[in-house]
C-alpha cells in the first residue's frame, strides 16, 4: 500500500435523506497519521451527528480542520483505538484515544437514543 493510500485514515460521506430521493453530499472529512489507521465503524444519531470508531499507530490528527486534535499510541507495535463526534456540518465536537501496552482495537459503535 503507498504512503499516501495509508495516511487517508478517514473520507466521511455522510448521506442524509430519504432513501427513496435522491441523496446528497453533506459534507467529508479525511484524516491521517504517522504510521497506520483504519476506520472500524461510523454511526449517526437521530441529530444527524457522526460518530466514527477506529484503530491506529502513531500519531494521529483527528481533526479535520485547520485545528489539530493529535492522540499519540502507546507504542508503534501495538493498536490503539479512537472516538471522535461530528456535528452535522462535519466539525469535530470532541475525540478521544483508549490504549495502553497492549493492542487495543475498536469493532464497531451502537447508538442508543
Same mark, same amino acid.
Given at each position: 500500500?503507498?504512503?499516501?493510500?495509508?495516511?487517508i485514515?478517514?473520507?466521511?460521506?455522510?448521506?442524509?435523506?430519504?432513501?427513496?430521493?435522491?441523496?446528497?453530499?453533506?459534507?467529508v472529512?479525511?484524516? $491521517?497519521s504517522s504510521v497506520?489507521?483504519y476506520?472500524?465503524d461510523?454511526?449517526?444519531?437521530?441529530?444527524?451527528?457522526?460518530? @466514527? @470508531? !477506529?484503530?491506529?499507530? !502513531?500519531?494521529?490528527?483527528?481533526?479535520?480542520?485547520? !485545528?489539530?486534535?493529535n @492522540?499519540?499510541?502507546?507504542?508503534?507495535?501495538? /493498536?490503539?483505538?479512537?472516538?471522535?463526534?461530528?456535528? $452535522?456540518? !462535519?466539525?469535530? /465536537?470532541?475525540?478521544f484515544k483508549?490504549?495502553?501496552?497492549? $493492542?487495543?482495537?475498536?469493532?464497531?459503535?451502537?447508538?442508543?437514543?
Open positions: 500500500m503507498s504512503a499516501i493510500l495509508r495516511k485514515i478517514f473520507i466521511g460521506f455522510c448521506l442524509f435523506g430519504n432513501i427513496a430521493s435522491t441523496q446528497t453530499l453533506d459534507w472529512n479525511q484524516y $491521517s497506520e489507521e476506520i472500524r461510523i454511526a449517526i444519531d437521530h441529530q444527524t451527528n457522526c460518530y @466514527v @470508531v !477506529g484503530n491506529f499507530r !502513531g500519531t494521529l490528527d483527528l481533526d479535520p480542520a485547520l !485545528g489539530v486534535h @492522540v499519540i499510541s502507546h507504542d508503534l507495535n501495538d /493498536d490503539d483505538f479512537f472516538i471522535t463526534k461530528f456535528d $452535522s456540518t !462535519g466539525a469535530l /465536537d470532541w475525540g483508549i490504549g495502553d501496552s497492549l $493492542s487495543q482495537a475498536a469493532v464497531e459503535i451502537e447508538l442508543i437514543n
